[in-house]
């Protein structure tokens, strides 16, 4: 089964109707100013999940205060509460203390000359995390058994998925990303590198700062190919007329929604017997591109990562492995151990 985050139910409308409403016209405005600045929808719809929940603990737990009345004491309750009450991961955790601080933050900086929030300081940054640890076990696919789901999905004639699965374990891009491809970024035209990569027309919208940053981005083409090919024909045949490469099934002048992938990953991990879930397959991708022996600042820059420090972190590769690459059986240092793209 694909991996599952615990959702929290106790936010209902009954119980956020008796929150303090100061507190709720303090989450609008911060919410307002987060537009301004022009934080991502998903950004800001995350925080005011993240704040209710928070809203509601305050309610039931904490007598309601009005936030600037809330203690140290308090947000060390409230962390207690989310760990060994709500059963909330470290990292999850994390994030719901995120969203206080961030909100701490605009208070600090921006309500400061209003009278009810003088000398307001941010206290929840002094609350230590909780150690991170591995709650869920990761997935670390072999090329066997990502070749076999392709190979199932082809032969019952499920194009389309094999054309998603193929793309995003050719270019390593995150769930919401593979939405955004149009079928112009794989022309012959759009091909690079000799013809290992197709390089998108236009760059694509992906995670970062406020709207998040744009980008062009790439696809290993030999291996990707085929697949487009065959759900390009099955979309021929039925008269499939969009410029989205995965267009939504309701309204083909839109992207497909990326909850469709949800459902998706549920049926690829049926097939597999294991926990299928999209972000793995950028771990496989970073990996591997390292097992070709590409360096890591080039990786680097065909995932369009800031940092070459993000290779590091993605790629599933032991030390020892890495290392391996370099010597021959002889534990002689290889002449040439370096591949190419065009070795796909």
Not at 297 to 305: A, F, H, L, T
Request: with cysteine; charged share 25%; net charge positive.
């Amino acid at each position: 089964m694909p991996r599952k985050t615990r959702q929290n139910d106790i936010t209902s409308p009954a119980l956020l109707s008796q929150v303090n409403p100061d507190n709720m016209r303090l989450k609008k405005d911060f919410v307002a100013y987060l537009q301004s600045v022009q934080r991502s929808p998903k950004t800001i719809a995350g925080y005011e999940n993240d704040l209710d929940i928070f809203w509601v603990w305050n309610l039931q737990y904490n007598g309601n205060k009005f936030f600037p009345k809330i203690s140290k004491r308090d947000f060390a309750a409230y962390q207690h509460w989310l760990i060994n009450e709500n059963g909330n991961s470290p990292a999850r955790v994390r994030r719901l203390k995120s969203a206080i601080s961030s909100m701490s933050n605009y208070v600090e900086n921006i309500l400061d000359d209003e009278e009810e929030f003088k000398g307001f300081r941010s206290s929840i940054k002094k609350i230590e995390n909780p150690a991170m640890q591995q709650v869920r076990k990761k997935t670390v696919w072999e090329d066997s058994e990502l070749d076999g789901l392709l190979d199932k999905l082809s032969a019952s004639g499920q194009h389309k998925k094999a054309c998603a699965l193929a793309l995003a374990m050719c270019s390593g891009r995150r769930k919401s990303e593979l939405c955004r491809f149009s079928v112009d970024d794989f022309r012959h035209e759009n091909l690079v590198c000799g013809g290992a990569l197709y390089k998108t027309t236009e760059p694509i919208q992906t995670k970062g700062f406020g709207l998040g940053k744009y980008i062009h981005c790439y696809t290993l083409a030999k291996k990707f190919k085929p697949y487009f090919d065959a759900w390009m024909s099955e979309r021929k045949e039925k008269g499939i007329n969009s410029k989205w490469l995965f267009p939504s099934a309701n309204d083909p002048t839109e992207q497909m929604s990326d909850t469709t992938l949800n459902s998706w990953a549920n049926t690829f991990s049926r097939m597999t017997g294991e926990d299928f879930y999209w972000h793995s397959l950028r771990h496989y991708f970073t990996t591997h591109l390292a097992k070709l022996g590409l360096p890591d600042n080039v990786i680097q820059d065909i995932v369009g990562w800031d940092s070459a420090d993000m290779v590091r972190v993605y790629k599933d590769i032991s030390a020892e492995e890495q290392i391996s690459q370099y010597f021959d059986e002889n534990g002689d240092v290889k002449a040439d151990s370096k591949k190419t793209l065009m070795d796909l």
